[in-house]
């Protein structure tokens, strides 16, 4: 574990999530980049070759954001709770996001449970086809002879 020294918690080497220089009474403190506070970032002019990973024990994405100097204790609790939360939600067990992989397996089930979006609807739609098709034919045997439709 590395000792907390004076740049334990020392973020002055960083760039904020903008670009933009930090005023004299400010710092930048880390920030999980949520999908909460994506959008907010974004109208804020958020550079993306400014987010970090950081592995703990899965990838976060982290930005920098400029915060009043002092309190820094309490920063970086919220910040660990925040990535808790995140990593929490992110590889919740019980969520619908399906991988990359998963997707591709399902696609190639034979047991049609799985949906393969380059697939052809040609096959549907001949069936939806032949059906209006013999429904028009009983019909019109209909019209003929009653006994024939």
């Known amino acids: 574990m590395a000792s907390k020294n004076n740049n334990y918690r020392n973020f002055g080497n960083r760039k ?3 670009n933009r220089p930090c005023k004299e009474n400010e710092e930048l403190v880390p920030v999980a980049l949520t999908e909460e506070l994506r959008p907010m970032l974004k109208r804020a002019g958020l550079d993306w070759n400014n987010v970090e990973t950081r592995h703990m024990p899965q990838p976060v994405p982290v930005v920098f954001v400029p915060h009043a100097k002092g309190n820094m204790d ?3 609790k919220c910040f ?3 990535v808790s939360r995140y990593l929490q939600h992110k590889y919740e067990p019980t969520s619908d996001d399906l ?3 998963e997707f591709m397996d399902n696609m190639n089930d034979d047991n049609e449970a799985g949906f393969d979006p380059t ?3 040609e096959a549907l739609d001949d069936t939806v086809i032949l059906a209006d098709l013999l429904n028009a034919l ?3 045997l209909n ?3 009653t006994r024939y439709g």
């Open 16 to 18: 904020a999530f903008n």
């Open 74 to 76: 309490n920063v970086m």
């Open 80 to 82: 660990y709770k925040e």
């Open 99 to 101: 991988s990359l992989d």
């Open 119 to 121: 697939g052809s609807t």
């Open 138 to 140: 009983i019909e019109d």
């Open 143 to 145: 019209h003929i002879d």
